[in-house]
């Protein structure tokens, strides 16, 4: 069974800096797209960022380019999201994926004064 676990999720002020975590277990993840999304209240869910498998391409959706860094450890089968300069709009619940297929439970991130 594939289970995905978020952790680092809170609440920061504007301009703040967060550091979101993934563990997968049940499948070895090497060759497989890792991503995080978000979804806010009453808003669809959105791609954050994701990073293909065996040492493919990254990907940042517009509103966070430049602010956010995706990095993956295939040995500790981990996904993590540095987030710097939060703004409110950031605010949501923030979901990691594996394969397209696979989603954790989510973490909070709320980003205000």
């Known amino acids: 069974q594939v289970q995905l676990v978020e952790s680092g999720g809170g609440s920061v002020q504007p301009g703040g800096s967060l550091r979101l975590s993934c563990a997968v277990s049940g499948r070895a993840t090497s060759s497989l797209f890792m991503g995080w999304f978000r979804q806010a209240p009453g808003k669809e869910r959105q791609r954050v960022a994701g990073i293909e498998g065996n040492g493919g391409e990254t990907m940042y959706g517009d509103a966070v380019r430049g602010r956010v860094a995706i990095s993956r450890d295939d040995a500790k089968r981990t996904v993590t999201l540095e987030m710097t300069d939060l703004k409110p709009e950031d605010t949501g619940t923030y979901f990691c994926?594996?394969?397209?297929?696979?989603w954790g439970q989510g973490t909070q991130v709320t980003v205000a004064s």
């Open positions: 994926n594996l394969d397209r297929s696979y």
